[in-house]
């Protein structure tokens, strides 16, 4: 691994709202997640969960693609059981890192997501898509068959349609993914970052507090049975309304007013 190449292959940028943009740039290989990649996006990930200002993660890409998943020229020259164990856990190290980021990530798609780079976009916590995106878990074209894509896509899609992507590898277009469910917004390309923009927006608006604790919730209760779940869920909201946004959202709620943050 080139460690040197790291840092340039991850860019990050931090408004003054809290907003940190993390923007894959390796256009020529189509960003793929190969070592280095894995390592620049885990830097920028931990970055994140230890700065307590940031509010909200936007997932870009520089290129024609959005991210075009594992190099499958790298995985054919280093045919070794070891290789592919170390690399399938770094890249399930990164995707569990965003769904444990204690603030929203949104995957901004441009252009292609394949393969891992599907499973990207099956990770973060939203999606906002481009028209001209498209997305497939490929693997199965050449042989392989995309099993960690399959953990977050069958967790976005229903079932059947999360098969039919996974045993065909046959492309959806970004009207397909949003009524599957693999998205939430599409829009033109010269849109795009407006639709983000405007997602982004309504998530500043809110408590801090408030969605930190949801989007923890959110996943950890996924993974329950349904008792566990709403006793995980019952105390979650005791805690979060002892926060003063929530205690001031209340009181706006009975005066009938719009409720002034702390947070």
Not at 26 to 44: I, S, T, Y
Not at 186 to 204: K, R, T
Request: include cysteine; glycine fraction near 6%.
């Amino acid at each position: 691994m080139d460690l040197q190449n790291v840092d340039q292959l991850v860019q990050v940028q931090r408004s003054p709202q809290g907003v940190v943009r993390i923007t894959l740039n390796d256009p020529q290989r189509f960003n793929a997640l190969g070592a280095e990649m894995l390592v620049a996006l885990q830097q920028a990930l931990d970055a994140v969960a230890a700065d307590a200002s940031a509010r909200v993660v936007v997932l870009a890409a520089q290129g024609k693609a959005f991210c075009a998943g594992h190099n499958l020229k790298d995985m054919a020259a280093n045919p070794q059981l070891g290789y592919y164990q170390q690399l399938f856990a770094q890249c399930s190290k990164m995707m569990v890192s965003i769904a444990r980021l204690p603030v929203p990530v949104i995957a901004r798609v441009h252009g292609m997501a394949t393969a891992a780079g599907c499973q990207l976009v099956a990770q973060c916590d939203l999606a906002v898509a481009s028209s001209a995106a498209s997305f497939a878990t490929s693997g199965i074209n050449y042989g392989l068959f995309c099993a960690t894509p399959s953990v977050p896509l069958v967790r976005n899609l229903p079932i059947k349609q999360a098969m039919e992507m996974l045993l065909t590898g046959d492309f959806i277009d970004a009207d397909t993914a949003f009524a599957r469910g693999l998205v939430n917004r599409v829009a033109a390309p010269d849109a795009l970052d407006a639709a983000v923009e405007a997602l982004v927006q309504s998530i500043l608006a809110k408590p801090a507090a408030a969605v930190r604790m949801g989007k923890a919730l959110v996943y950890q209760q996924r993974e329950l049975g349904l008792e566990a779940a709403y006793q995980l869920a019952g105390q979650t909201m005791a805690a979060n309304m002892m926060d003063a946004d929530a205690q001031e959202g209340a009181q706006a709620f009975a005066q009938k007013r719009k409720p002034h943050w702390q947070g």
